[in-house]
């Protein structure tokens, strides 16, 4: 289980406790930042934080440092979710990635990273007119599950549930005919990334002040559980990871170059 021992910083959030464990992502790589903060994805004490264009950081979380800076193979999309899938294959450093391109072609961008670079192994595409501007992709790990997210701004968004293909194949088309289930989403304004984590979809929120939410909503029924008002922080949230005991998100700074990430206390939603 993931343990931050270090730079934690107590803040209170109504009833939710917050803790900032990296302030400034700015001051902990060498090498310039490019492109806005956009998906975020954790295994074991090693944050992934993607940006705009295909830029990837590779940050210990233990040690407040980061491991890696490099552009990813064949991706320079906007990046706007990462998910792992379940475990490493042997020999690997990490599993494999599973990024949102989110415009564009809107593809999944699978793919292998390491400390020393990356390799673009599939694309995944949902060939339907149901996500004609946006689209988002998530790993439902444990389970072994894809979901396609997105929707009108404002308005009913969904979460469109597959069998996660294998990763054999270097482009696989999903259809219609191949959705398992649909989640509808009503309480989300603005996709900003997604995480699907034991039965639950946690799904940050905005895109203006006063717009800055995490909704957690039930699969299935699509009923919102739980709502964590990221107001008081004051900064867009964007990537979004999930442990046992932790949320983690991922916030762009008033400098598009930097971000903070900071974690909320999990609640128990059974």
């Known amino acids: 289980m993931l343990r931050i021992a270090l730079f934690l910083v107590m803040i209170p959030l109504q009833i939710f406790a917050q803790q900032v464990i990296v302030p400034h992502l700015g001051s902990l790589c060498t090498t310039p930042l490019t492109g806005s903060a956009q998906g975020m994805a954790i295994y074991q004490n090693r944050a992934v934080l993607l940006r705009h264009g295909g830029q990837c950081v590779i940050l210990d979380l233990m040690q407040q440092k980061a491991l890696a800076t490099y552009n990813l193979d064949g991706n320079k999309t906007h990046c706007n979710n990462a998910s792992f899938a379940a475990t490493a294959q042997k020999g690997r450093e990490f599993p494999l990635l599973y990024v949102s391109s989110c415009y564009g072609d809107k593809a999944c961008y699978v793919t292998q990273i390491s400390s020393e670079g990356s390799n673009l192994v599939q694309r995944i595409f949902y060939d339907s007119e149901c996500f004609k501007v946006a689209q988002d992709w998530c790993v439902d790990a444990e389970e072994g599950y894809l979901y396609a997210y997105g929707g009108k701004k404002g308005g009913t968004m969904y979460l469109k549930q597959f069998v996660l293909p294998s990763p054999t194949l270097a482009e696989v088309h999903l259809t219609d005919s191949n959705v398992i289930s649909t ?25 203006e002040p006063g717009q800055y939410y995490l909704h957690i909503v039930e699969l299935g029924s699509g009923q919102e559980v739980q709502r964590i008002d990221l107001n008081s922080i004051g900064l867009e949230p964007e990537g979004v990871d999930v442990t046992d005991e932790w949320i983690y998100i991922s916030f762009n700074s008033p400098d598009p170059i930097n971000n903070c990430i900071y974690r909320f206390p999990q609640q128990n939603y059974e």
């Open 183 to 207: 989640t509808p989403i009503k309480c989300v304004k603005v996709a900003q990334g997604s995480k699907i984590y034991k039965g639950h979809a946690y799904l940050p929120d905005g895109d």
